[in-house]
């Protein structure tokens, strides 16, 4: 009976979990938690487009991970987990952790280019994201910014979820799904806005695709200090 219990355990610790992650262009991104082997060596393979493999990091002597080869200067393999530093655009792909051969997690970094997007406080602001949606359906549009959504759009009911912060500031073009066009129009920038802005597209294969990104940056509106009177008061007069 307990041996069951055990196989079924081992099994569900086996099984392999998958982890999709984003990593912003030059930054750094965390590819996993330390994986733990147990008795078995640990290795971490890169698996290209044409299926050719490249070691990224071994099990040395004393069973510790250890970046090889081209990693060597851009692995960091440490009690928080194995973190990919000054992350390029060939980065993108698949990581697969295997113990002793066995596939136990794979691993789908997405490297994003994030556009500059600037927008003055109390104004609106637009943050540009595409994706065909002719003959490929998306089932749902997703903004997310600091770990936390900022719209979540349905296409199948047009329901509409919005972030904590976000309610009645955020939208997509009315006709997001006839064009296209996912861009997330910001209206009355705050400065608590700033940040890096994610954009998901969920289409068929229930996998997040096409990411795009934004960093918006918010300017405070302030009154300069200048030597000659301003003119504002006057402004509405003419
Ligand atoms: C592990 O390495 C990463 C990336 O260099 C670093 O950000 C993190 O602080 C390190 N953690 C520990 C516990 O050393």
Redesign the pocket.
């Not at 493999?53 to 393999?77: H, M």
């Not at 979540?152 to 919005?162: A, D, I, K």
């Given at each position: 009976m307990s041996w069951i219990v055990l196989s079924i355990l081992v099994i569900f610790l086996f099984s392999f979990v998958r982890g999709d992650l984003t990593a912003a262009l030059t930054e750094?991104a965390?590819l996993s938690s330390q994986v733990k082997c147990h008795e078995e060596a640990a290795t971490l393979i890169r698996v290209l487009r044409d299926s050719r493999t490249v070691p990224v990091a071994a099990a040395s002597v004393n069973g510790v991970l250890k970046p090889v080869g081209e990693y060597s200067s851009r692995l960091?393999?440490?009690?928080?987990?194995v973190?990919l530093?000054d992350v390029n655009y060939n980065d993108n792909g698949h990581y697969e952790f295997l113990c002793s051969g066995t596939l136990v997690r794979i691993i789908r970094l997405e490297v994003l280019v994030i556009s500059d997007i600037s927008a003055s406080e109390g104004n609106t602001v637009k943050l540009p994201c595409f994706t065909v949606t002719l003959g490929e359906p998306v089932e749902s549009v997703q903004w997310e910014t600091k770990g936390k959504p900022v719209i979540r759009v349905e296409r199948s009911n047009q329901m509409v979820e919005y972030g904590e912060r976000f309610k009645d500031r955020v939208s997509l073009s009315p006709d997001w799904d006839v064009l296209g066009d996912l861009s997330l129009i910001l209206e009355r920038a705050q400065l608590e806005d700033q940040g890096d802005y994610f954009c998901y597209v969920l289409k068929g294969s229930q996998e997040r695709g096409d990411p795009a990104a934004g960093r918006l940056k918010v300017h405070q509106m302030h009154v300069e200090t200048s030597t000659t009177p301003s003119n504002t008061k006057d402004s509405c007069s003419e």
């Amino acid at each position: 009976m307990s041996w069951i219990v055990l196989s079924i355990l081992v099994i569900f610790l086996f099984s392999f979990v998958r982890g999709d992650l984003t990593a912003a262009l030059t930054e750094t991104a965390k590819l996993s938690s330390q994986v733990k082997c147990h008795e078995e060596a640990a290795t971490l393979i890169r698996v290209l487009r044409d299926s050719r493999t490249v070691p990224v990091a071994a099990a040395s002597v004393n069973g510790v991970l250890k970046p090889v080869g081209e990693y060597s200067s851009r692995l960091d393999i440490n009690s928080s987990g194995v973190f990919l530093k000054d992350v390029n655009y060939n980065d993108n792909g698949h990581y697969e952790f295997l113990c002793s051969g066995t596939l136990v997690r794979i691993i789908r970094l997405e490297v994003l280019v994030i556009s500059d997007i600037s927008a003055s406080e109390g104004n609106t602001v637009k943050l540009p994201c595409f994706t065909v949606t002719l003959g490929e359906p998306v089932e749902s549009v997703q903004w997310e910014t600091k770990g936390k959504p900022v719209i979540r759009v349905e296409r199948s009911n047009q329901m509409v979820e919005y972030g904590e912060r976000f309610k009645d500031r955020v939208s997509l073009s009315p006709d997001w799904d006839v064009l296209g066009d996912l861009s997330l129009i910001l209206e009355r920038a705050q400065l608590e806005d700033q940040g890096d802005y994610f954009c998901y597209v969920l289409k068929g294969s229930q996998e997040r695709g096409d990411p795009a990104a934004g960093r918006l940056k918010v300017h405070q509106m302030h009154v300069e200090t200048s030597t000659t009177p301003s003119n504002t008061k006057d402004s509405c007069s003419e």
